[in-house]
Antibody
């Protein structure tokens, strides 16, 4: 069965960076795009971008351009999302999420458990 | 960038009643529209994709309709476990995906 297991909660100071990992199992890691979505406390879902685990190609939401980097390590079936220059409004739960089909245009079907990132001085 | 809007923001419904949620896209997304359900403390769950196809294991009381810019999610007879927040998402405007702001369905 498909499983996405994320790294644990983080507390960071403003201006720092955070790197969240997402270990995939139960399927061919390189076959499906992986998206990252975040949710601030009490707020809605915000799409951040995706990575193609096969090629390493990425696309980021305009809002996060220049601050977010998505990478992967195919040898351990793990995707990463690094967000830099953190601000207090980056406090949120960050989810990795796999698409349903092995094509680019696809809904999202499998979600990690979420990683809470708290930014506080 | 495609902007997704949802209405109403909150919908108060009695158990057993019908709930109708709306989602609108700022430009056509064809039928590449998904609906997700999210309960407190949980990750979202895919309900509907392709605007009208139920995902695996989703009960028949959930149905989706629409294409282009106007979409509807209908829950025919609300059960206690259906009180949650519902999001629409377009996945047509490759390479960018966008979510709507959500509709909270609560108990009347």
């Amino acid at each position: 069965q498909v499983q996405l297991v994320q790294s644990g909660a983080e507390v960071k100071k403003p201006g720092a960076s955070v790197k969240v990992s997402c270990k995939a199992s139960g399927y061919t890691f390189t076959g499906y795009y992986m998206h990252w979505v975040r949710q601030a406390p009490g707020q809605g879902l915000e799409w951040m971008g995706w990575i193609n685990p096969n090629s390493g190609g990425t696309n980021y939401a305009q809002k996060f351009q220049g601050r977010v980097t998505m990478t992967r390590d195919t040898s351990i079936s793990t995707a990463y999302m690094e967000l830099s220059r953190l601000r207090s409004d980056d406090t949120a739960v960050y989810y990795c999420a796999r698409v349903t089909w092995a094509v680019a245009i696809s809904p999202i079907d499998y979600w990690g458990q979420g990683t809470l990132v708290t930014v506080s001085s | 960038e495609i902007v997704m809007t949802q209405s109403p923001a909150t919908l108060s419904v009695s158990p057993g009643e019908r709930a109708t949620l709306s989602c609108r896209a700022s430009q056509s997304v064809s039928s590449n529209l998904a609906w997700y359900q999210q309960k407190p403390g949980q990750a979202p769950r895919l309900l509907i994709y392709g605007a009208s196809t139920r995902a695996t294991g989703i009960p028949a009381r959930f149905s989706g309709s629409g294409s282009g810019t106007e979409f509807t999610l209908t829950i025919s007879s609300l059960q206690s476990e259906d009180f949650a927040v519902y999001y629409c998402q377009q996945y047509n405007n490759w390479p960018a995906f966008t979510f709507g702001p959500g509709t909270k369905v609560d108990i009347k």
